[in-house]
């Protein structure tokens, strides 16, 4: 079992940058990949980005590719999404997610991650 906390959101204006961490608890995060999800008010939560557990294959949303970036940092049992060019269609509470994997698979849909973070919101103005 895993546990997430995630930091990092905020306020920003239209263009800036955020970057987003979650960290994991316990002595396995090699075996898991991970997941960056949103849910905006009133939406379903939706795919962001994902990094398989070893090998640092990624996965973007189309309407994120390009301006984000997820990597992890395995000494640190931490993964990050930097967020750039953000717009204000970005806001919503971004949740950090975590699944036992194989080698090389990239997750993408909700139902694949087993834990979950509480979220951290962010928000940005036009």
């Known amino acids: 079992q895993v546990q997430l906390e995630e930091s990092g959101g905020g306020l920003v204006q239209s263009g800036g940058s955020l970057r987003l961490s979650c960290a994991a608890s316990g002595r396995t995060f090699g075996t898991y990949a991970m997941g960056w999800f949103r849910q905006a008010p009133g939406k379903e939560r939706e795919f962001v980005a994902a990094i398989s557990r070893n090998d640092g294959n990624t996965e973007y949303s189309d309407s994120v590719k390009g301006r984000f970036t997820m990597s992890r940092d395995y000494a640190k049992n931490t993964v990050y999404l930097q967020m750039n060019s953000l717009k204000p269609e970005d806001t919503a509470l971004y949740y950090c997610?975590?699944?036992?994997?194989?080698?090389?698979?990239?997750?993408?849909?909700?139902?694949?991650?087993?834990?979950w973070g509480q979220g951290t919101q962010v928000t940005v103005s036009s």
């Open positions: 997610a975590a699944q036992a994997a194989r080698r090389g698979v990239v997750p993408r849909g909700t139902y694949e991650y087993a834990y």
